[in-house]
């Protein structure tokens, strides 16, 4: 179980990190470029969203809405803890 909780953080830490790094990126880019399974991680992103350290919007396109997400500010400040 301990294993599994850091690797949580270190899937978080990715994703805060490449959000702050590409500004905004959609749902499968994100994922792609942090190396995640969809149906596997979907839950840790909904989660951050939750917890407000992302922000998910949601962007009309023709009949489809594609999905992005950007670092919040409670994102950026939990970022600026890890860097530092």
Same mark, same amino acid.
């Given at each position: 179980?301990?294993?599994?909780?850091?690797?949580?953080? %270190?899937?978080?830490?990715?994703?805060?990190?490449?959000?702050?790094? %590409?500004?905004?990126?959609?749902?499968?880019?994100?994922?792609?470029?942090?190396?995640?399974?969809?149906?596997?991680?979907?839950?840790?992103?909904?989660?951050?969203?939750?917890?407000? %350290?992302?922000?998910?919007?949601?962007?009309?396109?023709?009949?489809k809405t594609i999905i992005k997400y950007r670092v919040s500010e409670?994102?950026?400040?939990?970022?600026k803890e890890i860097l530092e």
């Open positions: 179980m301990v294993h599994e909780y850091r690797d949580r953080i %270190y899937i978080r830490k990715d994703i805060l990190l490449k959000l702050y790094e %590409y500004g905004e990126l959609n749902q499968s880019k994100l994922m792609s470029y942090c190396g995640l399974n969809h149906i596997k991680h979907k839950n840790i992103i909904d989660d951050m969203v939750e917890k407000e %350290y992302i922000t998910k919007i949601n962007e009309p396109w023709g009949s409670k994102g950026r400040e939990i970022l």
